[in-house]
């Protein structure tokens, strides 16, 4: 069955490859539906469970992460190109979904969150009932 609604609301397609705008580095996510669940699934290498942060305000889910510098003792760096720092990344849920049952899990750096359908929101038949008027002929 086609949606016509897109549940996040102004999501911004770029930011999905780059991280946003107030994060310190690249937090990628893919999103997906199957059966009434929506799935968000972040990498975050090298950020154990305790450096995240998930919070629901409204319908704003916000992930922080804390990747922390790596230092190493009298070591010159030729090249550092892994981000550390605080990232963060926003994404407005839609009206449709029920952020009181938001889950998450964290497995080989990827935070998995998924976001049940609300129950009003999601499609059900409509009983048709019939008329008492004669059938037309021609």
Do not use: C, Q
């Amino acid at each position: 069955m086609a949606r016509l609604v897109d549940p996040f609301e102004e999501m911004d397609r770029m930011m999905s490859a780059f991280g946003t705008r107030t994060g310190g580095g690249i937090m990628p996510m893919d999103a997906y539906e199957h059966d009434d669940v929506y799935t968000l699934r972040f990498d975050l290498p090298g950020v154990i469970p305790d450096d995240v942060d998930l919070t629901v305000e409204g319908n704003m889910l916000t992930v922080t992460a804390e990747r922390p510098v790596e230092h190493i003792e009298g070591v010159t760096w030729l090249l550092r190109e892994r981000p550390s720092g605080t990232h963060r990344r926003d994404v407005r849920l839609g009206e449709r979904l029920d952020t009181s049952g938001v889950r998450a899990s964290h497995e080989n750096g990827v935070l998995t969150v998924t976001i049940p359908m609300r129950e009003e929101a999601k499609p059900h038949k409509v009983a048709i009932s019939a008329s008492n008027s004669k059938k037309l002929t021609s």
